[in-house]
T-cell receptor
Framework: NAGVTQTPKFRVLKTGQSMTLLCAQD?????MYWYRQDPGMGLRLIHY???????AKGEVPDGYNVSRLKKQNFLLGLESAAPSQTSVYFC??????????????????FGAGSRLTVL | DAKTTQPTSMDCAEGRAANLPCNHS???????VYWYRQIHSQGPQYIIH???NNETNEMASLIITEDRKSSTLILPHATLRDTAVYYC????????????FGTGTRLTIIP
């Protein structure tokens, strides 16, 4: 049981290049999230998904696209990277639909992060 | 989700109890209080949550005031490994996934 796995862990891009961050979870969680964290700041929600085939915008969605073709995977894409997208990106998952936690919790499990630098 | 207010930073001596406060005066009846922490540059880690009763687990205790407008996370015997940023979040459990983390409290454990 690996939890939430993010790839790649590090990436350097040039302005205008595109890339995709992959998030995979093996906990059968229904919900998945992408956050970004800039130095000295909290985490800001980019996009999230409440189920396979569904996505929704978070607090800072501009410049990013996402897809949830499989329940266990949530992809974050940058079509044309900009220096302002230099950040650490965290994926998280939560809420198993089957066997719901009886305490009523909705606990997010985070990945280790992906550090992206755009030059 | 209700807004929370936390001190920017705190220090605590190793071996002592660390008490981290959080104000959430606009909390509504169906919102829970959650605590997470982020050690160095790792992903945030869940610590504990509660609705209105005090809660305790192997990591910490959570004390929620009777009016639910504030809470305190207690690390009973702080160690150097507890140095981290601690986030207090107030949220409903289902129906609103736009969960945003503020800047939290940077707790430094002093040897």
């Amino acid at each position: 049981n690996a939890g939430v796995t993010q790839t790649p862990k590090f990436r350097v891009l040039k302005t205008g290049q595109s890339m995709t961050l992959l998030c995979a979870q093996d906990m059968n969680h229904e919900y998945m999230y992408w956050y970004r964290q800039d130095p000295g700041m909290g985490l800001r929600l980019i996009h999230y998904s409440v189920g396979e085939g569904t996505t929704a915008k978070g607090e800072v969605p501009d410049g990013y696209n996402v897809s949830r073709l499989k329940k266990q995977n949530f992809l974050l894409g940058l079509e044309s990277a900009a220096p302002s997208q230099t950040s650490v990106y965290f994926c998280a998952s939560s809420y198993p639909r089957v066997g719901q936690d009886p305490s009523g919790a909705n606990v997010l499990t985070f990945g280790a992060g992906s550090r992206l630098t755009v030059l | 989700d209700a807004k929370t207010t936390q001190p920017t930073s705190m220090d605590c001596a190793e071996g002592r109890a660390a008490n981290l406060p959080c104000n959430h005066s606009t909390i509504s009846g169906n919102e829970y209080v959650y605590w997470y922490r982020q050690i160095h540059s790792q992903g945030p880690q869940y610590i504990i949550h509660g609705l209105k009763n005090n809660e305790t687990n192997e990591m910490a205790s959570l004390i929620i005031t009777e009016d639910r407008k504030s809470s305190t996370l207690i690390l009973p015997h702080a160690t150097l490994r507890d140095t981290a940023v601690y986030y207090c979040i107030v949220r409903v459990n289902f129906g609103n996934e736009k969960l945003t983390f503020g800047t939290g409290t940077r707790l430094t454990i002093i040897p």
